[in-house]
C-alpha cells in the first residue's frame, strides 16, 4: 500500500470514529434530559404521561382515577383481555413496600386481574419480596424506558 492510500484510510477511520461518538453522545443527552424532565414533573402530571405510555403501548379503556380516595390505584387499564389495577409513583428514590400494598388493595378494591406498580425509580428488596408473595407486577424506570421506545 501506498503512504498516500493509509492516509486516505486513516482519515476516514478518524472521522467514522467522531460520527459515532457523537451519535452515542447525542442519544445520551437525549435520554438524560427525557429522564430529568419524567422526575421532575408533579405526581398528577406523571399519572397522566404514565397514562398515555399505557395507551401507546396498546392499553385501552385507560382511566386515571380521582386524585384522593383511589384506593391505592392511579390508573385502571386493560389489555387483551387482562384488566389492570395501576399504581404510579414519581419517586426521587427507591420504591418501597407501600406502594405494592397499595397496588394489591387497589387491585381488589376495583376487581382487577393484575395490580402494578409504574415508578420512574427502582424498588427496595422487601418491595420485590412483598410483591412476589402479592403477585403485583413491578414496572421500573427501565421498564417504562423500554415502553418509552417502542
Same mark, same amino acid.
Given at each position: 500500500?501506498?503512504?498516500?492510500?493509509?492516509?486516505?484510510?486513516?482519515?476516514?477511520?478518524?472521522?467514522?470514529?467522531?460520527?459515532?461518538?457523537?451519535?452515542?453522545?447525542? @442519544? @445520551?443527552?437525549? @435520554?438524560?434530559?427525557?429522564?430529568?424532565?419524567?422526575?421532575?414533573?408533579?405526581?398528577?402530571?406523571?399519572?397522566?404521561?404514565?397514562?398515555?405510555?399505557?395507551?401507546?403501548?396498546?392499553?385501552?379503556?385507560?382511566?386515571?382515577?380521582?386524585?384522593?380516595?383511589?384506593?391505592?390505584?392511579?390508573?385502571?387499564?386493560?389489555?387483551?383481555?387482562?384488566?389492570?389495577?395501576?399504581?404510579?409513583?414519581?419517586?426521587?428514590?427507591?420504591?418501597?413496600?407501600?406502594?405494592?400494598?397499595?397496588?394489591?388493595?387497589?387491585?381488589?378494591?376495583?376487581? @382487577?386481574?393484575?395490580?402494578?406498580?409504574?415508578?420512574?425509580?427502582?424498588?427496595?428488596?422487601?418491595?420485590?419480596?412483598?410483591?412476589?408473595?402479592?403477585?403485583?407486577?413491578?414496572?421500573?424506570?427501565?421498564?417504562?424506558?423500554?415502553?418509552?421506545?417502542?
Amino acid at each position: 500500500m501506498t503512504m498516500q492510500l493509509i492516509m486516505i484510510i486513516a482519515i476516514i477511520a478518524g472521522v467514522a470514529a467522531i460520527i459515532v461518538a457523537w451519535v452515542v453522545l447525542c @442519544r @445520551r443527552f437525549r @435520554r438524560t434530559a427525557h429522564e430529568r424532565t419524567v422526575d421532575e414533573m408533579d405526581g398528577l402530571d406523571f399519572e397522566y404521561y404514565c397514562a398515555d405510555l399505557l395507551v401507546a403501548d396498546g392499553f385501552y379503556d385507560v382511566q386515571v382515577t380521582k386524585s384522593s380516595g383511589d384506593y391505592g390505584v392511579d390508573i385502571l387499564a386493560e389489555k387483551d383481555g387482562v384488566t389492570y389495577a395501576i399504581q404510579c409513583k414519581r419517586y426521587s428514590g427507591l420504591v418501597g413496600v407501600k406502594a405494592v400494598q397499595e397496588a394489591y388493595a387497589g387491585r381488589d378494591y376495583y376487581d @382487577r386481574m393484575v395490580g402494578v406498580v409504574l415508578t420512574n425509580q427502582y424498588f427496595t428488596k422487601p418491595a420485590i419480596e412483598a410483591a412476589k408473595k402479592l403477585k403485583i407486577l413491578l414496572w421500573d424506570r427501565d421498564y417504562m424506558q423500554a415502553m418509552e421506545t417502542e
